[in-house]
């Protein structure tokens, strides 16, 4: 019965986990078009309907992804078919497994065992996230040199040379948070920011890292090759880069994968750096001040709170990413370079002699 249950859980983890992230795909695309409407002064998604209504634009994503399904496969000729077919499925797979190590909420007891809410609680935690984000830039690699045209082989070879780039600070730019917190598993490094800084401040991780919370948002845009770090794609420069050729379901694939390379970067943030789901001053039996004041929560409401809190941050920042995307322009290819070797990388170096000799000096982390 032990295996069963063990089975039971896992499943239900790994698709509510897919159904979360899937499900936030077609929301953050009506958000994208709505905010870029907003921050541009125009019409957004305003056509689409059913039964005569629009529901502010929210029937456009279904429409999209009719168009999409039903619209001609084509494969160009002279591609790598093998590979050209492949090569949506590496840009979509790392992102989807990369947030089976976030944690959404505390552990929860059922039928008398603790079950924690996240696909695997791994002691790598962050290890892994690295290794498996690392592969995302192998789909936009084949899918640059695979469909045979000049446009995508720039876009891929673009994308190879930023992803290397930024991945080197994205890495050094969390080190003295592990430092701190003394752990790469990312269930306790949430758990450590729970407690409080002189008895006050949560000790979350952008207030005992705020360069390396800096340097981790910039890495994680230029990671997720967003505006204004979309030199893989560059539409004036080089039409639509590594995805020119693709057309059809597999252009959706990798429309899917940048959003949800969107959601995993967000929950990264939020739980590195924001607590992920904890929320200030709120222990299992409810709000407590530092006044000493309290007040008595039920342990299911404290529970829909922290994820909720988890959710909300997570929201924030995928709008954040929206909203810099329509406000930045791209920079050039030279500029991004430079950023990324010159800037990033002695930033988050010297970050890490800071907090080492930080923590020597006051003896310890968390």
Do not use: C
Request: no cysteine; proline share 5%.
């Amino acid at each position: 019965m032990s295996g069963l249950f063990d089975l039971v859980v896992s499943v239900v983890r790994v698709a509510v986990m897919l159904a979360f992230t899937l499900s936030l795909v077609p929301i953050l695309v009506w958000a994208e078009r709505k905010g870029a409407a907003y921050i541009q002064d125009r019409r957004g998604p305003n056509r689409a309907k059913i039964l005569g209504l629009t529901l502010g634009g929210l029937f456009h994503p279904l429409a999209d992804a009719l168009k999409l399904l039903f619209k001609e496969d084509f494969i160009p000729d002279g591609a790598h078919r093998l590979f050209y077919q492949m090569a949506p499925m590496f840009a979509l797979a790392p992102a989807l497994m990369t947030f089976a190590v976030v944690p959404v909420g505390p552990p929860v007891v059922i039928a008398g065992r603790e079950v924690a809410l996240q696909v695997a609680d791994l002691n790598v935690g962050i290890l892994y996230i690295f290794a498996i984000s690392g592969l995302a830039v192998y789909g936009v690699i084949l899918a640059g040199w695979a469909s045979n045209s000049k446009y995508p082989l720039l876009g891929g070879l673009r994308s190879s040379a930023q992803m290397i780039s930024y991945e080197v600070s994205l890495g050094l730019s969390i080190i003295g948070l592990v430092m701190v917190f003394r752990s790469v598993r990312l269930s306790e490094i949430v758990a450590s920011q729970g407690t409080l800084l002189w008895g006050i401040v949560p000790k979350w991780g952008v207030f005992v890292q705020p360069l390396g919370f800096l340097l981790f948002l910039v890495a994680v845009y230029a990671e997720a090759n967003r505006t204004p770090f979309d030199l893989p794609e560059g539409e004036s420069e080089i039409v639509a880069g590594f995805h020119t050729e693709y057309g059809s379901f597999k252009f959706s694939i990798f429309f899917m994968a940048e959003y949800v390379h969107m959601v995993v970067g967000s929950a990264l943030i939020a739980t590195l750096f924001f607590g992920g789901w904890q929320v200030p001053y709120l222990a299992d039996s409810g709000f407590v001040l530092p006044g000493g004041a309290a007040l008595g929560l039920p342990g299911p409401l404290v529970l829909l709170l922290r994820i909720g809190a988890f959710v909300g941050k997570l929201l924030f920042f995928a709008w954040l990413f929206i909203w810099v995307r329509w406000t930045i322009p791209r920079f050039r290819y030279d500029q991004v370079m430079r950023l990324g070797w010159k800037v990033l990388l002695p930033l988050s170096l010297a970050n890490i002699f800071v907090t080492g000799l930080v923590l020597l000096l006051i003896g310890g982390g968390a």
